[in-house]
Each structure stands twice: as C-alpha cells, then as structure tokens.
C-alpha cells in the first residue's frame, strides 16, 4: 500500500487498529484491562517501526471509530493517549491522529479526548449530516488543536426509506452538491485549523454505482470527482459530468403488481453540451452490509432509455416475480464522465385465484 501510494504521488494515514468499545460500564475492565492495552501498545509499536521511515507516510491514527456507538469511555481514551505517547517516543517526525464518528450530543467526545489524550495531535472527524456545521460545533466544543476532516460525503443514514425499508436515495449530482456544501462550510482555505480532507468512498457492488461511488463499474467519473478535483486544486475540469435535474416516477418506492406499466421520466442535461447515452438496469434488491447500500444482486432486464436532448424515459411491464426492485439509471457524456440515479419499487403478490 505504501509503494503504491508513492508511486502516486500520495500519502498514507494508517490506522493503528483498535477494534470497538463496547461502551457498557459492565464491559470496560475487560476491553482495557493493563494486559490488553500492553498489547495494543505492542502491536502498534511493531508497525510504527516498520513503516516509521516510509516516504508515503503523513500521520498515524490511532483508531477509527472505535467509540462508537457511544462517546467512547475514559479507558478507551487513555488507551488511546498510551499508544500515541509511544508513538511520538519511537517516530517523533510524524504526528498523531484519533478518528471519531462526528463529534457527539454537544460535542462531548471532543471534551473527552481533550482530557484523556494530550498526545493526540490532529483530531480526525468523520462527518456526513454534520458535515455543514462541523467547523462551527469543533468551536463550540472546544477544540483548540488542527483537524482533518477524514470522511465525508452525502449521509445515507439519513434518507427516507420505503415501507419495506429500502432507502430513496438522491442522483449523483445531489449527492456532489453535498460535497461541495461540507467542503466550503467546514474545510476550505478560511478554515486555518482543518489540514486538509478524505472523500469516502465504498464500493459494496461491482455491478452497479454504489452510494458513496465516485466512479461507475465501468471507470466513468461521477460528478463528486469533478467537484472535489476544482476544490482541491482551484481549477476547473476540461470537461464536466452530466447533471440529473429530475427523474418523475409514480412507481417510485410504490408496491405495483405483476405486469403493471412501470414509467420513468428524466430530465438530464450535460454542461459542455455533449451527446447523452442514458442506460438502464433492473435489479433485484436486498439489504447490504450496515444497509448503506442495496446489494444490486439480481440482474433482471436492462436497456437504453427512450428520447433526445435533454428528456429520456424508461418503460417496462413490471416483474412477474413478487419481490423488492430497484431500477439502476446512468446518463454518460462519451467523454468519461457519467451521472446516476436509482429508483426502489415493489411488486406484490397477486391474490390467489377463486375457483368457478
């Protein structure tokens, strides 16, 4: 990993792997008994010493989310200021970084590693629905030291669901825009403390674009490549992704019966004016891991959307199948650029035929 981010021009923040705490009062002894953060401490040491002097390295963080889903306890911090003490003692040239889910009710993980871990030197946040006002609760809360805003993107945990439970989720180009939102409220230049940022990204699927995706299956760049391109370098790209202005479905997170007419209307423009190709997937669905992400599993039928400029429609009789769906949406530019969208609905069971 390290050789291959240097051959990149990148560098690597590795995670001095700490598991979960559990949180429970009845559990705390057990998870850092002085045995068990000996060898926490241990295990660290080992892979500070090997990578201490690798060119790719920028900072070691000492553990991702291990508090949740609570704050984390006293024991799980000081554990952590342990590890992060012996890291300044073996490498001194490279700083120390713990990695939160977001920042707690009133910011109270901030105030706990404030008091536990004085070694920690950047605090590194993982943010979504908080993203917007991240730099402002840091403040309040008072963070006084830099940090890195280590996730971010569009929050999945917060969207509307079904009534069978699948999430209706926001085209690529709503999910960009949120980006762009979290980007200039909470890590831009004018943010002095925030070193610098990580986009998430979690492919779940090799056949359809998952939620946090910022390419297609097929290498297409979605617009969160664009956006975070011109943020973080001040330049525009030569040539931008399609947008999705709307997509008009009645079935859309509907119950339809077995051959019912399914109809789709979208409204997709592309900023340089280039010719859209507009595919389609029908997929069976069912849930997936942390159910971020639907599993896309079951290809059903796919084709080519209906239309020109910028209106395009999808049409089919519904399955005959009973079952969960999701129709797969991808607008691309020919030019390497693509937007997407993706549509839940539901077929019912048909009612058992009554004999003559």
Known sequence: ???????????????????????????????????????????????????????????????????????????????????????????????????????????????????????????????????????????????????????????????????????????????????????RAAIAPGHPACLGSYVFVWRQSEAVPAFHDCFTPAGERLQHVETMSQAWTGRPVKNRAPRIASVRCAAAAAELAPGDPFLARLKITDPDGDPLRVRWELRGEKPAAKSVRHAGDQLVRSGGAAGTGDSFRVEFPAPGLPGAYRLFITAGDGAGNAAAASVPFYVRSLPPRRSP
């Open 1 to 183: 990993m390290f050789n291959l981010a240097q051959a990149r021009s990148l560098t690597v923040c590795p995670t001095l792997w700490l598991g979960r705490d559990n949180n429970t009062a009845a559990d705390r002894a057990e998870d850092y008994t002085a045995a068990r953060v000996q060898t926490l401490v241990a295990e660290a040491r080992a892979a500070v010493l090997r990578f201490k002097d690798h060119p790719a390295l920028l900072v070691w963080g000492v553990g991702n989310e291990m508090e949740a889903p609570g704050n984390g306890s006293p024991e799980l911090w000081r554990a952590v200021d342990q590890i992060a003490a012996m890291v300044h003692a073996v490498d001194p040239g490279h700083p120390t970084m713990t990695v939160i889910a977001d920042l707690g009710p009133d910011g109270e993980k901030v105030r706990l590693i404030k008091r536990h871990c004085p070694h920690i030197d950047i605090l590194g946040v993982n943010s979504y629905g908080g993203g917007p006002t991240l730099a402002r609760r840091l403040a309040a809360a008072g963070w006084d030291k830099p940090y890195l805003v280590t996730e971010f993107g569009a929050d999945a945990n917060g969207l509307r669901q079904t009534a069978w439970g699948a999430k209706i989720e926001p085209p690529t180009t709503q999910r960009a825009a949120k980006l762009a939102e979290i980007y």
